[in-house]
């Protein structure tokens, strides 16, 4: 790889980690009737698909455990949802809307479309497609990320193995005119 091919790649990841932070740095600013935008992703969910275990909506919205579990907290608390078990698996936890929630979540329905404007505006179409087959590409290179790094930094801690008089030594940080992990 070429110096010029490794400084796009910074730039890229540099931009990216920018753009999520940022964004999620702006949504977690929106307050909707004191429900946050996670929140009415969680109850537009249910409008839609009806009552909902605590663990799908983790899984469906890419959020953990934890954040699935205070957000039903703040729901509920605030009179929006409701949970209830299972009568059949005492187990199984199920979110469901209340009047209050869905009356809500239809008052403010707008702000969903709002915000896919406010990020996509004045991107042609062809510009949307590319977007999309990219962010498709990143979601589809992130399978199994978390492993591969894991196992890179277990082997890190390996004692070194020499390097051959030919291999170019890696690049530092103090090199790169981009932060990075």
């Known amino acids: 790889m070429t110096e ?9 990841d540099y931009l990216f980690r920018k753009m999520v932070r940022r964004f999620v740095k702006e949504r977690d600013r929106v307050s909707v009737a004191g429900i946050t935008l996670p929140g009415m992703l969680i109850l537009h969910k249910i409008i839609r698909e009806g009552e909902q275990r605590l663990g799908d909506l983790a899984g469906q919205l890419d959020f953990t455990s934890g954040a699935i579990t205070a957000l039903s907290d703040k729901l509920e608390a605030g009179g929006y949802t409701v949970r209830r078990r299972k009568e059949d698996d005492r187990r199984t936890v199920l979110l469901d809307i209340t009047a209050k929630g869905r009356e809500v979540a239809e008052r403010n329905s707008n702000i969903g479309a709002r915000c896919i404007t406010l990020l996509f505006e004045g991107f042609t179409e062809e510009e949307l497609e590319l977007q999309s087959r990219f962010y498709e590409r990143i979601i589809s290179n992130l399978e199994g990320f978390s492993d591969t790094l894991l196992e890179l930094a277990q082997q890190n801690a390996e004692p070194p193995v020499p390097a051959s008089p030919e291999q170019k030594p890696p690049r530092t940080a103090t090199e790169s005119k981009y932060l990075s992990y």
């Open 4 to 12: 010029e091919q490794w400084e796009q790649l910074e730039e890229a």
